[in-house]
């Protein structure tokens, strides 16, 4: 008789309600059950809490759960509107131990994120990282653009914001902020690549990237799609102000290395202009590869004349002594 009440699987507990046996079971599949079950069961409330003490320290329950699978079970029951997964969620995003792991089950874009806007900033501040920044970078309200802009402006939460800014789940929003404060906001490891991933997405992003972004932001353009990287070589050299040129040959380098012939007419054409135009072109052609850049092997040897650069001038002349005959 008591065997046939025993659970002969994790749904066959769910059916029943067996908050001890999916407690003990421990696998992931139990713990999502749980928190089902949690909606309108003490019990398995309780139980959830205990199993996410269970998991701190990376630790894992018999079963194989982790801390995460605790953690999206708590975010299932925040999205149906459950106040005990809101409560237990503030409760890990304040748990210095729990909080990124938290944040990292928190579905992007949701409209119940709303509701952790100041924990996920309070979290920022005590060392969460990127997953907190990523969360909070895809809420769309007022308060998150507030909390956004306070967290690029500290320096120490700052490479978290600009992770979470560059993710694909950030709102418009998060970026025009980014793009909007001073240079002294972007200026941590994660800015220049959160710079490129929205310019790799967004044209508004890639046109701010190209005119007027700090140099350092492009040096990891070269990451980007061939296209998007000849767009936004194409701007800089039409619509950017000379005087930062300079700063740029190397990133121009890195992307004339992976797009030889896609840049070929943007170089060429660049090298017909004036002699800011062509110093940056010829500074950048020191390690690339002639064969596929054959207009601009053409319009070089008149370019190089026209330069004063010392290290343009060597590079053309290296750069044309390697062009096809």
């Not at 320290?57 to 809101?86: C, P």
């Not at 500290?154 to 789940?169: H, L, N, P, Y």
């Not at 039409?238 to 290395?257: C, I, Q, Y």
């Amino acid at each position: 008789m008591l065997l046939g009440c025993t659970p002969t699987s994790v749904g066959d507990a769910e059916k029943k309600k067996n908050v001890g046996w999916l407690e003990q079971n421990g696998s992931p599949e139990a713990i999502a059950a749980l928190g089902k079950l949690a909606d309108d069961d003490k019990a398995a409330q309780e139980a959830l809490a205990n199993v996410s003490k269970g998991t701190e320290s990376a630790a894992k329950l018999e079963g194989g759960a982790g801390g995460l699978d605790v953690d999206l079970a708590i975010w299932g029951g925040v999205e149906r509107n459950a106040s005990w997964a809101n409560e237990m969620t503030k409760t890990l995003l304040a748990d210095p131990a729990r909080m990124d792991e938290m944040a990292s089950a928190m579905k992007r874009g949701t409209p119940q994120l709303a509701t952790f806007v100041s924990d996920l900033d309070a979290a920022l501040s005590r060392g969460c990282g990127i997953s907190c920044g990523a969360a909070l970078a895809s809420i769309d309200n007022p308060a998150a653009t507030t909390a956004i802009t306070k967290r690029l402006e500290d320096q120490k939460t700052r490479d978290s914001m600009c992770f979470g800014v560059g993710a694909a789940e950030s709102t418009k929003a998060a970026r025009d902020v980014f793009m909007k404060e001073p240079a002294t906001a972007r200026d941590a490891v994660q800015c220049g690549p959160a710079a490129v991933a929205m310019a790799t997405r967004d044209d508004t992003a890639l046109a701010w990237l190209a005119q007027t972004a700090e140099p350092g932001l492009l040096r990891g353009v070269s990451t980007m799609p061939c296209p998007r990287v000849v767009a936004l070589w194409t701007k800089v050299l039409v619509s950017r102000d000379h005087p930062t040129f300079g700063a740029l040959s190397r990133s121009l380098e890195d992307s004339v290395n992976k797009c030889p012939k896609e840049l070929d007419a943007t170089l060429a054409g660049a090298l017909g202009t004036d002699a800011d135009s062509q110093t940056l072109v010829l500074a950048s052609l020191g390690s690339s590869s002639a064969r596929d850049l054959k207009m601009t092997c053409a319009a070089a040897p008149a370019a190089a004349q026209r330069v004063t650069a010392i290290l343009a001038r060597a590079n053309a002349r290296d750069f044309v002594a390697r062009c096809p005959k």
